[in-house]
């Protein structure tokens, strides 16, 4: 029975993997849609949310089967239920994404690449929801503890860009409605940090059995 019950947690690991991926790849697609003014790649971006929706439910539905079927003791069950947080978390990700994508597709931002860091911005939350999969997958308290802290990171380029959006507008007025479009995509990376950051503190609750609000 045990080892039955090892082969689905492997399989939850897996499919946590999955989507985490499809996650890190809307983001990238949305972002390099926005520096390329590539209508295919913001479409991407939109397809990968329905993607990622399809896998939150699979997982939803593999967690609650481990839960009714397996009766797992109690460090089990913090583990299927921080990943049973952990998908929420991930999904709106993938609306975050979708939402750079969707703003992409209806305005050409493109020649505003250099005036953010955009770019750099988003490689940074990548990196923390790529890390956030990776420590639940192999328990790594430290890991987990160390995107919290990353975190700090990602809001300082939010601020960064928010500083240059209003230096940039104080002179170029006239390109107020695109400034605005490049501050929400930056505020939605903003988001998906913090989204990031709630999938660690799950990882350490489904660890050490506390979780910090």
């Known amino acids: 029975m045990r080892s039955r019950f090892d082969m689905q947690l492997e399989a939850l690991n897996n499919d946590l993997i999955t989507m985490g991926a499809l996650c890190e790849n809307a983001i990238a697609c949305a972002v390099k849609a926005l520096t390329t003014n590539d209508m295919e790649l913001a479409a991407l971006a939109i397809a990968a949310e329905k993607d990622i929706?399809?896998?939150?439910?699979?997982i939803e539905a593999l967690c609650l089967k481990l839960i009714l079927e397996q009766q797992p003791v109690a460090r089990d069950l913090r583990l299927i239920s921080s990943a049973l947080k952990m998908i929420t978390d991930m999904e709106r990700i993938g609306d975050q994404a979708e939402?750079?994508?969707?703003l992409v597709k209806h305005n050409d931002l493109s020649e505003s690449k250099n005036k953010v860091?955009?770019?750099e911005m988003s490689e940074a939350v990548i990196k923390m929801v790529t890390d956030s999969i990776d420590a639940f997958v192999r328990r790594d308290l430290e890991l987990a503890k160390s995107i919290i802290k990353y975190d700090d990171i990602v809001d300082n380029y939010f601020i960064s860009i928010k500083n240059d959006l209003i230096a940039y507008i104080s002179q170029y007025p006239e390109n107020a409605d695109k400034?605005?479009?490049i501050f929400?995509?930056?505020k939605y990376l903003e988001r998906i940090g913090d989204h990031a950051t709630n999938i660690a503190e799950w990882v350490e609750f489904s660890i050490v059995g506390s979780h910090e609000e």
């Open 53 to 58: 929706d399809r896998k939150e439910r699979d």
């Open 99 to 102: 939402d750079i994508a969707v």
């Open 117 to 119: 860091h955009i770019i």
């Open 179 to 181: 400034v605005m479009d």
């Open 184 to 186: 929400m995509i930056a």
